[in-house]
């Protein structure tokens, strides 16, 4: 039962069916709907004792183990500002089925609604545009199989049915995804080329952070090449060998390279050409192509998102300088 997009947020509780797949085989129950329901680990253990957790009507417990092929209603609650509120926001989508949408998403736009952005997402937007979505995900992020910082743009999958997005994400587990950016970064690496394989995750001092300074690390793999060498900056392509949080970002600030504009990693938020500072407004970080077999009908599949205007119009100043 896909999801209806809610047009009126006085709806109480809501019934979701939850189907494993292999790659959940011999999770622990409760971590399994927490990562499918989009709630908190706490919120299902609670809604499990509240036996509000079933499979073919008999209650579970949160310690169950899963496996493949189960299909699991959860009834959770859904407040207020849960809704998925559709919005009229103009998007560029480059490719759009009964199963899954493509879409460039532009710099500046949140993916999913959360504290602090309730409106104005990418998901607010498909949810005007594409009417439905599919089940898996929880309520404001349903379909998302994976997503772009809010300052990066560039071409991004969202699933509208629960078979294609089991299908997609499997390929994001198996690194079988095309993914290539581009990026401008501080300076000018020695060589033309390299990977970048530095064990990602959260950093110890700011748990808020991505880090290769970390307790538990997992490993993290990133090739690049240099395409364009300017007067203190480089544009080069990026391609991910996995898919960690902030992954290209973290990995180019330990190599002492950090992405322009990024006031997160790095914080290179300005340049200085002939001693004239140039800031730099967001992070210069492109998804430029995604490549993926389709989930339902097997096709191969390739889209190309050409560099966003800013992007442009810095590499254009700095050429001039070149």
Do not use: C
């Not at 019934?15 to 399994?32: A, C, H, M």
């Not at 919120?43 to 004792?49: A, D, G, M, R, S």
């Not at 004239?276 to 210069?284: N, S």
């Not at 800013?310 to 001039?320: G, T």
Request: glycine fraction near 8%; aromatic fraction near 6%; charge should be positive.
């Amino acid at each position: 039962m896909p999801h209806q997009v809610r047009h009126d947020s006085t709806i109480a509780r809501t019934k979701v069916l939850i189907k494993s797949s292999p790659l959940d085989e011999g999770k622990r129950l409760d971590l399994f709907l927490s990562e499918k329901s989009g709630l908190t680990r706490s919120q299902v253990k609670k809604l499990i004792e509240a036996g509000k957790a079933h499979l073919k009507g008999k209650a579970l417990k949160a310690s169950d183990k899963v496996k493949a092929g189960m299909e699991i209603e959860l009834e959770r609650p859904i407040v207020e500002a849960e809704g998925l509120i559709p919005e009229p926001i103009p998007l560029n989508i480059l490719y759009r089925d009964d199963y899954l949408v493509v879409v460039d998403k532009p710099a500046g736009m949140v993916v999913y609604p959360a504290l602090g952005h309730a409106r104005g997402t990418l998901m607010n937007a498909l949810a005007f545009h594409v009417k439905k979505l599919a089940t898996i995900g929880g309520p404001l992020r349903a379909g998302v199989v994976h997503r772009l910082d809010k300052d990066t743009s560039g071409v991004m999958v969202v699933a509208l049915d629960d078979k294609a997005y089991y299908g997609l994400l499997e390929q994001f587990k198996e690194r079988t995804i095309k993914r290539a950016y581009v990026a401008l970064i501080y300076g000018s690496p020695k060589e033309d080329e390299g990977v970048i394989s530095l064990r990602i995750g959260r950093a110890i001092a700011d748990r808020k952070k991505m880090s290769i300074r970390t307790k538990r690390g997992r490993e993290a793999l990133t090739h690049w090449r240099v395409l364009q060498r300017f007067k203190g900056a480089t544009l080069i392509e990026a391609r991910l060998g996995t898919g960690r949080t902030h992954q290209i970002r973290v990995h180019l600030a330990a190599m002492g390279h950090p992405v322009l504009g990024d006031k997160v990693y790095g914080k290179k938020t300005h340049i200085e050409l002939d001693r004239k500072k140039i800031h730099i407004p967001r992070q210069m970080l492109h998804a430029r192509v995604l490549g993926f077999t389709h989930p339902i009908t097997g096709k191969e599949m390739e889209f190309e998102s050409p560099v966003p205007e800013d992007m442009e119009r810095m590499l254009r100043y700095l050429k001039d300088f070149f």
